[in-house]
Nanobody
Framework: QVQLVESGGGLMQAGDSLRLSCAAS????????MGWFRQAPGKEREFVAT????????YSADSVRGRFTISRDNAKNTVYLQMNSLKPEDTAVYYCAAKYEATGTATWTIPEEYNHWGQGTQVTVSS
């Protein structure tokens, strides 16, 4: 079992930058594919970005590509989401998620593929 705790959310203005962190504990972090998802009020949870076990493969949603960057530090058991040029439509609760993968460089974009979730951190962007 892996436990995930997000941090770094806040109230921002359009155009600002923000970095979210997700600290993992309990299992070998490098055995987990990591993802960031978000959920706005009244909407379904949507994929934001994912990163492979070793960090060499990343993939982002079209809506954030070029603005958001996912990264990880396996030595610190932490995954990050750097968010630049924030827009009001980025307002949501942001969740990190983990999926166990013994080997390989897979990444996953579907929430149902992930086994472990953090509690979420609120990001609000005003215009």
């Amino acid at each position: 079992q892996v436990q995930l705790v997000e941090s770094g959310g806040g109230l921002m203005q359009a155009g600002d930058s923000l970095r979210l962190s997700c600290a993992a504990s309990g299992r070998t972090f490098s055995n987990y594919v990591m993802g960031w998802f978000r959920q706005a009020p009244g909407k379904e949870r949507e994929f934001v970005a994912t990163i492979s076990r070793g960090g060499g493969i990343t993939y982002s949603a079209d809506s954030v590509r070029g603005r958001f960057t996912i990264s990880r530090d396996n030595a610190k058991n932490t995954v990050y989401l750097q968010m630049n040029s924030l827009k009001p439509e980025d307002t949501a609760v942001y969740y990190c998620a983990a999926k166990y993968e013994a080997t390989g460089t897979a990444t996953w974009t579907i929430p149902e593929e992930y086994n472990h979730w953090g509690q979420g951190t609120q990001v609000t962007v005003s215009s």
